[in-house]
T-cell receptor, first 114, second 112 residues
Framework: DTAVSQTPKYLVTQMGNDKSIKCEQN?????MYWYKQDSKKFLKIMFS???????INETVPNRFSPKSPDKAHLNLHINSLELGDSAVYFC?????????????FGPGTRLTVL | AQSVSQHNHHVILSEAASLELGCNYS??????LFWYVQYPGQHLQLLLK??????LVKGIKGFEAEFIKSKFSFNLRKPSVQWSDTAEYFC??????????FGAGTQVVVTP
């Protein structure tokens, strides 16, 4: 059973296009996250939702819009893709908001913008 | 600025050698600290975490880490590495609401 799954695994697209990445978790967690890992493997948080409510919104271009239809899903839509958006995007989830709770990561979506 | 620093970007060592990866953070107050590992082509997995109590924490696969509050450090250790420990290792601090601030990562290569 996959705990945190993401689709697609790979995404290759042209500059200017709009694309979405989907994330689903079957762990019953309340909180979900999106992270971006750049070419140097540096990980940075982008967004977080708790029970469908946005709780973290880091300094991310407004071309990126997260959507949480329910607490098991957190999708990421990206408008007008740019070369610099090329990265691996990881979804994560964790139970509640307690500081000690670990996050469980998905397998990642490698986005390549040409 | 608040940050997480990992001292080594690349470490190469032989099987059976001991490993220690440094991590320093600059946050004040109570911190929750994590070490994650990313094997080639895979997602991040938790190795261990510290939030209170015994500053020496043990994780999976023989890893341990020591929290030294006075030094703002949370170094990861393994007494004898294996080839399968080849991976990227990330230290992270919880900034609240699960907002993990990651270090830049350390690429560890274990040679047979």
């Amino acid at each position: 059973d996959t705990a945190v799954s993401q689709t697609p695994k790979y995404l290759v697209t042209q500059m200017g296009n709009d694309k979405s990445i989907k994330c689903e978790q079957n762990l019953g967690h309340d909180t979900m996250y999106w992270y971006k890992q750049d070419s140097k493997k540096f990980l940075k948080i982008m967004f977080s939702y708790n029970n469908k409510e946005l709780i973290i919104n880091e300094t991310v271009p407004n071309r990126f819009s997260p959507k949480s239809p329910d607490k098991a899903h957190l999708n990421l839509h990206i408008n007008s893709l740019e070369l610099g958006d090329s990265a691996v995007y990881f979804c994560a989830s964790r139970p509640g908001t307690g500081s000690y709770n670990e996050q469980f990561f998905g397998p990642g979506t490698r986005l390549t913008v040409l | 600025a608040q940050s997480v620093s990992q001292h080594n970007h690349h470490v190469i060592l032989s099987e059976a050698a001991s490993l220690e990866l440094g991590c320093n953070y600059s946050y004040g107050g109570t911190v929750n600290l994590f070490w994650y590992v990313q094997y080639p082509g895979q997602h991040l997995q938790l190795l261990l975490k510290y939030f209170s109590g015994d500053p020496l924490v043990k994780g999976i696969k023989g890893f341990e880490a020591e929290f030294i509050k006075s030094k703002f450090s949370f170094n990861l250790r393994k007494p004898s590495v294996q080839w399968s420990d080849t991976a990227e290792y990330f230290c992270a601090v919880n900034r609240g609401w699960g907002k993990l601030q990651f270090g830049a990562g350390t690429q560890v290569v274990v040679t047979p």
